[in-house]
């Protein structure tokens, strides 16, 4: 493995100070504009911009020779970047945010202790309640796990997510959309169509499905049940139990748990067909809202795109 964590990103809007307050209240630690998890500090920047958007990705790599391998596959792209002081940066040419690679550290967040679960068959927790029922506290978020995009241009866009040294994990109706990983989770970024470039949704991970349930549901008691986007439910692609929310700047988020993990790329198959029409959930809601496709603030969004390209 060469890529092996999505590290950070950075993300724009025109009120920072409402996200601040709003990620503070979901769990997440930090300040001034910089969050995190007690393992993963700084994992989401925040700066103020004229309408919400990604600004950039930080991923880590094993080595500086990581780095040259993907600045030879750049170049044999057509890309231009800079390679300079051990980092690897690239702007999209297309999309204009910018891909940060530097070596790192290869570390999964700290384990943590597992609920006590029944099965039939198999019961493990005996003349005691169930523990969730008690927690003070809820538990916390663990990390940033991936980022969602719209691009309109998305072979182009996936091609140069494998140039910098992403892996395909899947992809739905041979390149709608393309899932990509740089870790062992089945995906850390996923490229889908949009008619300008804009951040769709980031997913940061809970320990299991009370976890999930128990921080979605608060945040809407607390927020209203018109920030509800989708689930709850378990995705075909990636198997992750899913719940999707809206944050305060209109970006879609969404608590995960139990993604598929990849550790051996030559042992995993790409499935190319995944069926748009027939792949969204297991259970709950059969087919992906709209909404995923025309956020309600699109028109909002394509404006500032083109204002700022006028």
């Not at 494998?162 to 089945?186: M, N, P, Y």
């Not at 499935?271 to 496709?293: H, L």
Request: overall charge negative.
């Amino acid at each position: 493995m060469a890529l092996h964590r999505l590290q950070a990103m950075s993300v724009g809007a025109p009120d920072p100070e409402r996200l601040d307050h709003f990620y503070r209240e979901i769990g997440l630690i930090g300040g001034e504009r910089s969050w995190g998890t007690a393992d993963r500090p700084g994992q989401i920047r925040l700066a103020e911009a004229p309408y919400r958007q990604l600004l950039s990705l930080r991923i880590l790599c094993e080595n500086e020779a990581d780095l040259a391998q993907a600045a030879a596959r750049l170049d044999a792209l057509g890309v231009g970047y800079q390679l300079a002081n051990g980092r690897l940066t690239v702007r999209d040419p297309v999309n204009e945010w910018t891909y940060i690679v530097e070596p790192g550290t290869v570390a999964d967040v700290s384990p943590q202790p597992q609920r006590t679960m029944n099965f039939p068959g198999e019961r493990n927790r005996l003349g005691e309640r169930a523990e969730v029922i008690f927690e003070e506290t809820p538990r916390p978020p663990r990390r940033l796990g991936h980022v969602v995009i719209g691009t309109p241009e998305p072979p182009k866009t996936a091609a140069l997510c494998e140039a910098i040294g992403f892996r395909v994990s899947d992809r739905i109706g041979g390149g709608i959309a393309t899932f990509l990983r740089c870790s062992h989770d089945h995906h850390n970024f996923l490229v889908a169509p949009g008619p300008v470039p804009y951040l769709n949704h980031y997913a940061i991970e809970h320990d299991d499905f009370d976890a999930v349930f128990r921080a979605a549901t608060r945040y809407l008691a607390d927020n209203g049940q018109e920030n509800q986007v989708a689930g709850p439910g378990r995705h075909q692609i990636g198997g992750n139990i899913f719940w999707y929310l809206r944050d305060p700047s209109g970006t879609f988020f969404e608590f995960f748990a139990d993604m598929d993990q990849i550790a051996d790329d030559d042992a995993w198959t790409v499935k190319e067909d995944w069926n748009p029409m027939d792949s969204w959930s297991v259970w709950g809601e059969q087919q992906q809202p709209e909404v995923f496709f025309r956020p309600v603030d699109m028109d909002e969004i394509i404006e500032g795109w083109n204002r700022a390209h006028a």
